[in-house]
C-alpha cells in the first residue's frame, strides 16, 4: 500500500497549496515578516514552512498583489510584506469564491454521511 500512501500525500498537497494563498493573502492586511507570518499561520492552524512561505511571498510580490519593505531599525533587519490596494481586491473575491465552495462542498459531504 505504499502507492496508495503516495497518492495521498500528493493530494493532500494540492489540497493545500491553493488554500496556502489565500491564508497568506489573509494575514497580510498589515505588515508582517516572514517569520512572524509563519508563526501566525501555525498558531491558527495552517502549518507553512518557512522553504514553502519565502518563493510564495515573492512569487505573491511578483504579481503585484504584496509590496515589501526593509525595516532596519531593529537587531537585524526584516523584509515586511503588506497586500496591495490590488492584492486586498483579489483577497476579497478570493475569500468570496472560497466562501461559496465552502459552502458547496459541506452540503456535499453532509449528503455523504
Do not use: F, H
Not at 31 to 37: E, I, M, V, W
Amino acid at each position: 500500500m505504499p502507492a496508495d500512501n503516495e497518492l495521498l500525500s500528493n493530494l493532500l498537497m494540492e489540497l493545500r497549496r491553493g488554500t496556502l494563498i489565500l491564508s497568506v493573502l489573509s494575514q497580510l492586511g498589515e505588515p508582517k515578516y516572514g517569520y512572524s507570518l509563519v508563526q501566525n499561520l501555525t498558531q491558527r492552524g495552517v502549518e507553512i514552512e518557512p522553504n514553502t512561505l519565502y518563493p510564495l511571498l515573492r512569487r505573491l510580490e511578483n504579481q503585484g498583489l504584496l509590496e515589501s519593505r526593509w525595516e532596519t531599525a531593529g537587531q537585524r533587519p526584516r523584509k515586511y510584506y503588506q497586500r496591495t490596494k490590488d492584492g486586498t481586491l483579489i483577497y476579497r473575491e478570493l475569500k468570496s469564491e472560497w466562501e461559496t465552495l465552502c459552502s458547496g462542498v459541506g452540503n456535499l459531504l453532509e449528503e455523504e454521511s
